[in-house]
């Protein structure tokens, strides 16, 4: 019962800051790579961020120097801190994680960005 919960989401004005949670249960966390993913109508979706077991972070060049993607293994939460926000990142953010032992991607539902004016 693999689940992933984002929450953070809201409207912001340009310039301003956001930082989404993604709370994990029904796996081992610790065990597992987490990443953040955007969709924004109309466009494909993309990789934000990822982190690795490690604590090892990448980032889309989009977003590079104003994202940051952290976890905290015993609160079972990844998030991602975004800040000087521009209208192009709004966006249907989600956090993912694929599991081995299920051979699959599971995804949380999302939770709406939006930067505006």
């Known amino acids: 019962q693999v689940q992933l919960v984002e929450s953070g989401g809201g409207l912001v004005q340009p310039g301003g800051s956001l930082r989404l949670s993604c709370a994990a249960s029904?796996?081992?966390?610790?065990?597992?790579?987490m990443s953040w993913y955007r969709q924004a109508p109309g466009k494909e979706r993309e990789l934000v961020a990822s982190?690795?077991?490690?604590?090892?972070?990448n980032y889309a060049d989009s977003v590079k120097g104003r994202f940051s993607i952290s976890r905290d293994n015993a609160k079972k939460t990844v998030y991602l801190q975004m800040n000087s926000l521009k209208s192009e990142d709004t966006a249907l953010y989600y956090c993912?994680?694929?599991?081995?032992?299920?051979?699959?991607?599971?995804w949380g539902q999302g939770t709406q960005v939006t930067v505006s004016s």
């Open positions: 993912k994680v694929y599991v081995t032992r299920s051979r699959r991607d599971y």
């Open positions: 029904g796996f081992t966390f610790s065990n597992y790579a």
């Open positions: 982190i690795t077991i490690a604590g090892i972070t």
